[in-house]
């Protein structure tokens, strides 16, 4: 086994009990971070960045640098998968993640198929080893991937959309095309993460990022089923100890107990989804990650941590939560909001254990 000097995220995926609650951000390598703006600037774009090894392991480090965060996250984009089966990732600026050739005929789809992550994927896995040997056993490295519903989104409609027409025309009008994409991106999320797991990563998460767009039976048919599948695929044990995964549905806090069914190891919770509430539902048969409202870092900074205490109230002082925000870091979020967040998290939460007499 690789030791590490910080395991306290990898005892609370696994709700071992730890001395205080972990924390890491989604997007907390990202460009609030002046360094990041820099890196990415000297790359010419975001695409020459994520594909870049080096350069992607100098900024899943920076955060590293500035705050004292319990894991890192691989600096990669969800869409890489899609772009490796050909269909020409761009980024228009101002406009987010495109494609040049979106899913949009039956002879496209049927020609889909699952990269070779080794291959067509080989910068984000040297990305990881890299990422790994600069760590050196500070902290654990969190690898990702897009769930296969949500790659399905991108890769049907072409960009990010207010409400995914084409996608859903597509659900109810051909739900076989849908299904027969799915079949793909599900064997793809699984190689992929899979490879991340061979290449070094100690945790994974599958960010369903549009998974809530959908009503509850579609939900389970077109976007659990299939992470579930992928779950199911993934390798559970490396290094001499289990690689947790987190399975995080932005807008599913109404499947909770469905999610928590899924074989993943914790379930990632949005800001709308009340904690207290998660916890009942689903007993401890899993870890719980969140769930800040990512605009609260805007607040003053007493408000902020208010508000980080009554989050933490939530979830108690019981083994098994990981903070995190609902979302990502957004981009105009001060330096000096996540320095109090995480130190607010700290002590806060040692203070819990100390007063439940647990940790």
Known sequence: MSELANDT?????????TPYTPIWLMRQAGRYLPEYNATRARAGSFLALAKSPALATEVTLQPLERFGLDAAILFSDILTVPDAMGLGLYFAEGEGPRFERPLRDEAAIRRLAAPDPHAE????????????????????????????????????????????????????????????????????????????????AQAVMLFDTWGGNLGAAAYEEFSLAYSRRVLGQLVKRS?????????????????????????????????????????????????????????????????????????????????????????????HTPLDAVAALVDEVRAYSTKLRRLAGTG
């Open 121 to 200: 994927l080989r910068y984000v896995t040297d990305a990881v080893r890299e990422i790994r040997r600069a760590l050196a056993g500070r902290v654990p490295l969190i690898g990702f991937s897009g769930s296969p519903y949500t790659l399905a989104c991108y890769m049907v409609e072409g960009s990010g959309s207010a409400d995914f027409a084409a996608l859903k025309t597509m659900l109810y009008a051909r739900p076989d095309l849908l299904h027969a994409i799915l079949e793909v991106n599900a064997r793809a999320v699984a190689d992929y993460l899979n490879a991340q797991i061979e290449a070094g």
């Open 239 to 331: 290094e001499g100890r289990r690689v947790p995964s987190i399975l995080f549905t932005k807008g599913g806090g109404q499947w909770l107990e469905a999610m928590a069914a899924s074989g993943a190891d914790a379930i990632g919770l949005d800001w709308t989804t009340d904690p207290a509430r998660a916890r009942r539902l689903v007993g401890a048969r899993v870890a719980l990650q969140g769930n800040l409202d990512p605009c609260a870092m805007l607040a003053p900074p007493e408000m902020l941590r208010r508000e980080t205490r009554r989050v933490l109230d939530a979830f108690g002082a019981a083994p098994g939560h990981v903070f995190n925000l609902g979302h990502g870091v957004l981009q």
């Open 9 to 17: 995220l990898l005892r609370a995926l696994a709700r071992e009990p």
